[in-house]
């Protein structure tokens, strides 16, 4: 399993915002990034936290072809690290600017997570697909259309694609509508920006 690069640095970025002393770790020391080391049970965790099936987060742990992969993991985290601290150097964890896009990025995050929760895995039944087909069959129809292909197994890639894509609107609406039930927001009446 290939580990996404652009996933990595916000996941360890948003593991080190407001994180306090954690408990000591005895494991190996990998790597150590302007004094904060990054230890093997640190890897393990960030892996298993990217890699959902434990099968393959430890084959990735432990896998001699891995090992290209895991030390590019390694570099990930180190320069996650690195940006972090010289951030905090620079005074830009004080910054309001860098801390609205922080509190955004995180927000989106658990949006997303949220949404991962609810969500589980979307599969299709094949009653699922047929049933969007014949939607989708009669709305070409009503615009006229006349060659409408039939429903086969070439079709399905598309329609599950179609159907996932239909589930997790759903979902986002469902989540918008749950945010606004369970987490009421009041705004001034006379609007923004007026005094």
């Known amino acids: 399993m290939r580990i996404q690069p652009f ?15 954690k408990a ?6 990998l ?4 004094g904060t080391k990054i230890t093997d049970a640190e890897l393990g965790k960030l892996v298993r936290a990217l890699i959902k099936d434990p099968v393959q ?3 990735f742990l432990s896998k001699d072809d891995k090992r290209a ?3 590019a993991l390694l570099e990930q985290m180190a320069t996650s690290k690195a940006v ?29 997570s949220l949404l991962e929760r609810r969500a589980g895995k979307l599969v299709p039944t094949e009653a699922d697909l047929k049933a969007l087909y014949d939607r989708k069959a009669t709305q070409a129809k009503l615009q006229g259309q006349e060659n409408i292909p039939p429903f086969e197994d070439r079709l399905k890639p598309t329609l599950e694609a179609a ?5 997790q609107q759903r979902m986002v609406e469902g989540l918008q509508k749950e945010l606004q039930e369970k987490v009421p927001m009041i705004f001034a009446e006379d609007g923004v920006g007026k005094k």
């Open 7 to 21: 996933l990595v640095i916000p996941i360890v970025l948003s593991s080190w915002v407001g994180c306090g002393r």
């Open 31 to 34: 790597a150590n990034v302007g």
């Open 163 to 167: 159907w996932q894509q239909q589930q």
């Open 84 to 112: 972090f601290q010289l951030a905090q150097v620079e005074g830009l964890d004080k910054d309001s600017r860098v801390q609205a896009q922080i509190e955004s990025a995180t927000a989106q995050v658990y949006f997303n």
């Open 57 to 59: 987060a430890n084959e």
């Open 69 to 71: 992969e895991r030390k």
């Open 24 to 29: 000591e770790d005895a494991s190996k020391v």
